[in-house]
């Protein structure tokens, strides 16, 4: 969807809001589908969100300084942050300091120069935080998970 923008454009305002546009209504389907997410469906879409940056690290279609801005887009680590918090169960107290710690070590992995914006933890850029737990799925244990798993199966 936004190879097309990136060949016909090099306005970079232009190429962020087409970005922009692209993950909040990813973000925005799934808030109000209110899809539930089990424990690995959030590492998956996690992994989701973050080939979206790595589609952007490798398309030759952009200049270095389309891509580097196109990379700090803030809607990168709401998606980043709505990712790391579908793995907490609702309840659960979230490490801020893990968070950042992930972070720093993923800006020197990367070669990026540290800013106090980028040390925020990304879950600090999700509004409705606790909206956003609700969409952990329950865990179904016992009998009740055996038999629900069977007649999915019929």
């Known amino acids: ?26 973000l925005h389907h799934i808030y109000v589908a209110k899809v539930k997410f089990s424990k690995d469906g959030a590492v998956q879409l996690l992994a989701d969100f973050n080939e ?4 952007l690290n490798n398309c030759k279609a952009l200049s270095a300084g389309a891509r580097k801005q196109m990379l700090q887009n803030e ?16 309840g659960d107290l979230i490490s801020m300091q893990d ?4 972070a720093s070590q993923q800006l020197r992995k990367d070669g990026n120069s540290e800013t ?20 952990r ?18």
């Open 1 to 26: 969807m936004l190879l097309p923008v990136i060949k016909a454009t090099d306005d970079i305002s232009m190429l962020n809001m087409i970005l922009r546009i692209m993950c909040e209504s990813w």
């Open 52 to 55: 979206v940056k790595n589609w």
């Open 75 to 90: 809607v990168l680590r709401r998606c980043e942050g709505v990712g790391r918090l579908l793995l907490h169960a609702p």
């Open 99 to 102: 968070s950042t710690m992930q």
């Open 116 to 135: 106090p914006e980028q040390l925020m933890p990304a879950e600090m850029y999700v509004p409705n935080q606790k909206q956003w737990l609700t969409l």
């Open 137 to 154: 799925a329950k865990k179904i244990r016992g009998p009740i998970a055996f038999s629900l798993c069977c007649m999915i199966l019929y």
